[in-house]
């Protein structure tokens, strides 16, 4: 126990929590004009703060955003944000307490699973959070990168003005397919974060927008940035629902001049089929494979049951959650659901790691090759493999 008391900042105060997660991230307070913006990002009543005498010291908060998970779209869900705490008070268990009030507030919400995006790797394993999905960040050659005879070519793209960025991306986003394990639905209050951080800056922000046979199934937001041999392209955001939209977009961007180079901001999904859409493999080079949704899951026996699994003999699995330890016992795992039980357990984990497998994005396997998962009875290993299974790896897209 610490004596460091969480308390729930009320709309007058969320400014200065703002201020001090922008302070501890090493960003001066935003001006006037970007917190008309951002203001909008903080939802009543979910940002929490810890005070050191009259001085706010640490914060957080979170965002309510129905996610996918394997089998199932919107679970209750929250995106956790704004974690910072001033730099003459760390390392004295303040975000730990913090971290805790925050997820029996979700708790209490009945948001069954949480997810961030980390800083560092190191802070939130300790919290139960584990890295659910990962995705590439991309170089491509323009001069090199040529789409191959066969692309599919299924509608047309079309550049958006200025001023319809803010009102018609929200618009073509809520169309997209949802059904990709980690897709996240987007709130007002999560369009006013990706908003204010896109008007942040003086960067020129471009969007263009992909209509096939059933409407817009895709857009693209990029901006340009210089480089020491010419212009790169820089990707924000690729969202596509159909092959035909993939392609569309890369041809549509491979098509821009003056452009050397095209690169990500933020990781696509690692099963983006770029190099097969290319005739010439060599053009992409995947630069970093990266962290996306670290995912916590807050209340266990929901969160188990909200997702399907794939045919295989049921396992039992032993979970400990030393954070939330109502969450501590076993579950049996088959293709007709999950439950607590108190049969013997097959396999043991950690919740983080559980949270790693959830998704799809890391087989029990590799957990288990890593000292993550310990197995009693080895014929379960394969079964958890093929229930937890997914067809195609989880990713958000989403940065918050
Ligand atoms: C989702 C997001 O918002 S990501 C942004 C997170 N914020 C930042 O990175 C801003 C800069 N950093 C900070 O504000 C703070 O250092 C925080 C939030 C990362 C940590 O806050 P603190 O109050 O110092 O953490 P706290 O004292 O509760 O530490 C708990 C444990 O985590 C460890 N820890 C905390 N931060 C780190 C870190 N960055 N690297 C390694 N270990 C860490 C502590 O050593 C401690 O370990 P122990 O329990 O074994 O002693």
């Excluded at 050397?260 to 494979?289: C, G, Y």
């Excluded at 999950?338 to 949270?355: C, G, P």
């Excluded at 993550?372 to 940065?399: E, I, K, N, Q, Y």
Aim: charged share 25%.
């Amino acid at each position: 126990m610490t004596d460091h008391e969480v308390q729930v900042l009320d709309d007058a105060e969320v400014r200065a929590a703002h201020t001090l997660f922008r302070a501890a991230m090493h960003h001066p307070a935003a001006q006037d004009e970007q917190w008309a913006h951002t203001r909008h990002a903080y939802v009543p009543g979910r940002t929490l703060g810890v005070r050191g005498g009259e001085l706010l010291v640490g914060t957080t908060t979170s965002f309510p955003a129905p996610l996918t998970v394997p089998g199932r779209t919107g679970v209750p869900h929250a995106g956790v944000t704004r974690v910072g705490v001033r730099a003459d008070h760390t390392r004295r268990g303040v975000v730990t307490e913090l971290m805790r009030a925050q997820l029996r507030d979700l708790a209490e919400r009945g948001e069954v699973l949480a997810s961030l995006r980390a800083s560092e790797a190191a802070i939130y394993g300790r919290f139960g959070y584990g890295v659910a999905s990962r995705g590439r960040m991309l170089a491509v050659d323009r001069a090199r990168a040529r789409l191959h005879p066969g692309a599919p070519v299924t509608g047309e793209v079309r550049l958006l003005a200025p001023e319809e960025l803010d009102t018609v991306v929200p618009e073509v986003y809520a169309r997209l397919d949802p059904s990709r394990p980690g897709w996240q639905e987007r709130s007002a209050h999560y369009w006013a974060l990706a908003l204010a951080r896109y008007h942040a800056g003086d960067e020129y922000l471009v969007a263009a927008v992909h209509t096939g046979p059933a409407g817009p199934d895709g857009y693209v937001l990029y901006t340009f940035v210089r480089e020491e041999h010419g212009r790169a392209l820089e990707i924000r955001e690729l969202h596509a629902s159909t092959p035909g939209a993939q392609a569309g977009l890369w041809r549509f961007l491979l098509g821009v001049d003056l452009v050397s180079r095209i690169t990500t901001d933020d990781p696509l999904p690692l099963d983006l089929p770029l190099e097969l859409l290319l005739t010439d493999r060599d053009a992409v080079r995947t630069t970093a494979v990266q962290d996306e949704i670290w995912l916590r899951l807050v209340d266990v026996p929901e969160a188990l049951a909200a997702r399907t699994y794939e045919a295989a003999e049921p396992v039992v699995l032993s979970v400990r959650d030393r954070f939330l330890p109502a969450n501590t016992g076993h579950y049996r795992i088959g293709q007709d659901g999950a439950s607590r039980t108190e049969a013997a357990a097959d396999l043991e984990l950690d919740v983080d790691a559980l949270a790693a497998l959830y998704l799809g994005g890391t087989r029990p396997t590799e957990l288990a090759e890593a000292g993550r998962l310990t197995v009693s009875t080895p014929s379960a290993l394969p079964s958890a493999d093929r229930l937890f299974g997914t067809g195609r790896p989880p990713w958000s897209g989403t940065f918050f």
